[in-house]
Nanobody
């Protein structure tokens, strides 16, 4: 199995910054893509940002220019630097990883979620 452990959420005022981290561990042969999703109360989970092994990134329009995703392939860790936070960024943020097991087969794993709350 593959475990994802997130950290870095919290309460911040509008305009502030937070950095989320997510470390993957377990029977990992390789991780292809890692990403961050978020889900606000009463809303569907949405992709915030993703990054491939080669460093190709993708962002939802609402965070472009404010959030930056990066990863450390050697440590199977992905980061999300969030700047200029807005109240509408308030949500539970979930880490996601897709890859190949060390033994056999592919996996898609999720973290437990970390809460980000932005006050106005």
């Amino acid at each position: 199995q593959v475990q994802l452990v997130e950290s870095g959420g919290g309460l911040v005022q509008a305009g502030g910054s937070l950095r989320l981290s997510c470390a993957a561990s377990g029977l990992i042969f390789s991780i292809n893509a890692m990403g961050w999703y978020r889900q606000a109360p009463g809303k569907q989970r949405e992709l915030v940002a993703s990054i491939t092994t080669s460093g190709r990134t993708n962002y939802v329009d609402s965070v472009k220019g404010r959030f930056t995703i990066s990863r450390d392939n050697a440590r199977n860790t992905v980061y999300l630097q969030m700047n200029s936070l807005r109240p509408e960024d308030t949500a539970a943020y979930y880490c996601n990883a897709e890859g190949v097991y060390r033994t056999y087969g592919s996996f898609t794993s999720w973290g437990q979620g970390t809460q980000v709350t932005v006050s106005s």
